[in-house]
């Protein structure tokens, strides 16, 4: 499997409890993307992660969406509190750079994420 | 701040027709311009990219070319196939991040 991974690939929470999604990249990739994928919303970033760089968290939609990579690796985007609006499909990318112009970014089969 | 804005769908052809997807972006610089398809039960791949003004990217038979003076990356294809139903997204990245903004989205359906 050389294909970026994500875990769970459903989850079915209550409004107000926490949810913890997790990405696989590619093995040598260092840039890693979320982005989530919504009815009303379509396709928007959240997220990305380059190396050991300060992750640029500009489209996170409110605080209570963390992220954090762990040695440069696999990736955990936690959604504290949650509400009826944060559910979507959330999809994790990565890329072998991020500098230059038209890398590909490889997307991962994504989490579906219900908060009744 | 920057935006792509594709036509809206579903778009229903039948199969061996001419396919266009209108896509037009607003950037405040040079962008590069990307095609990526998700087919039914898949999940989201690149078909097509170009990374300057009059490229042209192709893939599996569709085409676009960048457009700077229409700010336009209009996605074709000359025959479609009924295993070419899915999902397509128009999308940009700008500078050195790599974050992909996307437009909202185009279903094409084909039937035999």
């Known amino acids: 499997g050389a294909g970026v991974s994500q875990s769970p690939s459903n989850k079915v929470t209550e409004k107000g409890k926490d949810v913890e999604l997790r990405c696989d990249p590619i093995?040598?990739?260092?840039?890693l993307y979320w982005y989530r994928q919504s009815l009303g919303q379509g396709l928007e970033f959240l997220i990305y992660f380059q190396g050991n760089s300060a992750p640029d968290k500009s489209g996170l939609p409110s605080d209570r969406f963390s992220a954090e990579r762990t040695g440069g690796s696999v990736s955990t985007l936690t959604i504290q509190r949650t509400q009826q609006e944060d559910s979507a499909v959330y999809l994790c990318?990565?890329?072998?750079?991020?500098?230059?112009?038209?890398?590909?970014?490889?997307f991962g089969p994504g989490t579906r994420l219900t908060v009744l | 701040g920057n935006s792509v804005t594709q036509m809206e769908g579903p778009v229903t052809l039948s199969e061996e027709a001419f396919l266009t997807i209108n896509c037009t972006y607003t950037a405040t610089g040079y962008p590069s311009l990307f095609w990526y398809v998700q087919y039914p039960g898949e999940g989201l791949q690149l078909l097509l990219k170009a990374t300057k003004a009059d490229d042209k990217g192709s893939n599996k038979g569709f085409e676009a070319t960048y457009r700077k003076e229409t700010t336009s990356f209009h996605l074709e294809k000359g025959s479609v196939q009924v295993s070419d139903s899915a999902v397509y997204f128009c999308?940009?990245?700008?500078?050195?991040?790599?974050?992909?903004?996307f437009g909202q989205g185009t279903t094409l359906q084909v039937k035999p």
């Open positions: 093995s040598g990739h260092t840039a």
């Open positions: 990318a990565s890329s072998r750079l991020t500098s230059g112009r038209g890398n590909e970014q490889f």
């Open positions: 999308a940009l990245t700008m500078g050195n991040t790599g974050k992909l903004i």
